[in-house]
């Protein structure tokens, strides 16, 4: 074991809990977490049942009534989220570390800079908030209207395993700063990273009657803060099913949602793009964080002029790519995050051949036999050909390190086969004609377009899908809205008419 390991792991408690009002706490069962670079149990975690939701519910909208956070002056919401910013820069690596011992996600390259974006979250909303004025209309005569933005109430936020502590931050710093009570229920597979956040949020000056964490399975704990009445605005990251329970529950009692779901994204290569720089976006797009992205770049739409050369690069430099644990500082694709993951990724190499597909290189456990790596989640860099879009690798979020390549021989090709998707999260586009690039981007359907890039979040920018991708929009001042409800004050001066009702 690495010192580094060494020293998270001296970091991380046998068991992992819930925390209500600043307590750990949890009453349901104990359940085994496990790291992925070995399949060794990890730790226990003790699950919150649904008495310990239901007091955490409670407890936070008693916290919201009373209002040390909901009502406190903006600027010493400001003062605190930008506290919580310094502390978790400063806890960076431990979070960073905590992250990727529950889910094998590649410290060096993944999970200690999701730390960092974390900080950045909690910095931008804590700016954001102090220079977003809120609006005065003067349409009717002699009369002022007031636009304001009032919290919400509790927020229920619900997190994957993918992104731990960024996905936690990025919905934490936007329902915080708008003055809302939160209570936050991370992925059971990665409950440390957000555990420890919680911790530094409290210590940092978050009021514990306003933030809690409720640790669990999604069908035990996560199901029972989506149902709870008193949660009356819910934030989800996660998978379309289970999307689809929170949000028909959410809307049953007419709760604010929004979904960021999974995505079956296209990266699209023109023959006039910078070919080189191409190769080495689509490698990134779908091997980044172990291929378990939601915006992965799953589906390569190469045109056929250069198809053949395109392809055997790729599969030359995927075969290339270096497998290892998640605090081997040379790896470039870590574990899969569990067991079922693991399957889930190689049947659909399966599927691939029994539909008429071609498997390139992988579609297999890595076999590092002999290394204490060799019962590690481990697949190889995979890469398939598909003859055309209907094939379930083409249609399916598979979530894993799994490429597949499909040939287009025009533009409106290209476009109808990247639309040709339930979901539409993300899509790339490879180009040197800007023409192209506007033209493309525009027939696209899709909630973010990247053009000669891999993924990158600007702040500023609404984040989220068209479709099966999601509901609504977070990031930038699209969160601020979701986090708040709008109100409508309106002031009459200098005398108002009324007519004079009853009165002959
Ligand atoms: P998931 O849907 O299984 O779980 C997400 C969260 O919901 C977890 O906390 C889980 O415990 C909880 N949950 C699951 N079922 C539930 C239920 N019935 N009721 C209440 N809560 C429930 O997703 P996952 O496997 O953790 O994450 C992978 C998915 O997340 C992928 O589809 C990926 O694309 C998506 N994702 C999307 C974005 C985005 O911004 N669009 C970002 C990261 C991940």
Known sequence: MSELEARFRELAP???????????????????????DTGQPLLELQEADAGDVQRAVAAAREGFEAGSWSRAPLLERQQVLQRVAELIENHADELGGLD??????????????????????????????????????????????????????????????NIP??????????ALAMGNSCVLKPSELSPLGPERLVQLLLEAGIPEEVLHLVNGRGTVTGAALAAHPDVSLVSFTGGETAGAAIASQAA????????????????????????????????????????????????????????????????????????????DDEAELGPQVSSQQLARVLSFADQLQEEGGELLTGGRRADLAGDKLADGYFVLPTVAFAPNNSLSVCQEEIFGPFATFLI???????????NDTRFGLAAYVWTGNLDRALKVSQALRSGTVLINTPMQR???????????????????????????????????????????????
């Not at 502590?165 to 936007?174: E, N, P, Q, Y």
């Not at 929009?473 to 002031?491: C, P």
Request: hydrophobic share 40%.
């Open 252 to 327: 049953s009692r007419f709760a604010k949602t929004t979904m960021e779901l999974g995505g079956k994204s296209a990266n699209i290569i023109f023959p006039d793009a910078d070919l080189d720089l191409a190769l080495d976006g689509a490698l990134a797009a779908i091997y980044s964080n172990n291929g378990e992205a939601c915006l992965a770049g799953s589906r390569i739409l190469v045109h056929r002029k250069i198809a053949d050369r395109f392809i055997a690069d790729f599969v030359d430099r995927a075969r290339a790519l270096k497998l290892g644990g998640c605090f």
């Open 408 to 418: 287009f021989d025009d533009d409106e090709q290209a476009v109808q086969i990247a």
């Open 165 to 174: 502590v960024m996905g936690a931050a990025l919905k934490l710093a936007g």
């Open 14 to 36: 046998a068991t992992s809990r819930s925390l209500i009002q600043g307590e750990p706490c949890g009453g349901g069962e104990l359940l085994p977490v496990w790291h992925p």
């Open 458 to 504: 600007e702040r500023n920018a609404p984040f989220g899908g068209y479709g099966h991708s999601g509901v609504d929009r977070e990031g930038g001042r699209w969160s601020l809205d979701f986090y708040s409800e709008a109100k409508t004050t309106v002031i009459p001066f200098g005398g108002t008419t009324i007519p004079k009702m009853g009165k002959a």
């Open 100 to 161: 990727s011992l529950s889910t094998g996600l590649l410290y060096h390259r993944s999970t200690r800079r999701q730390a960092i974006s974390a900080a950045a979250w909690f910095r931008y909303y804590a700016e954001l908030i102090g220079s977003t004025g809120e609006s005065l209309f003067r349409q009717l005569p002699d009369t002022h209207t007031l636009v304001t933005r009032e919290p919400v109430g509790v927020a229920g936020l619900f997190t994957p395993w």
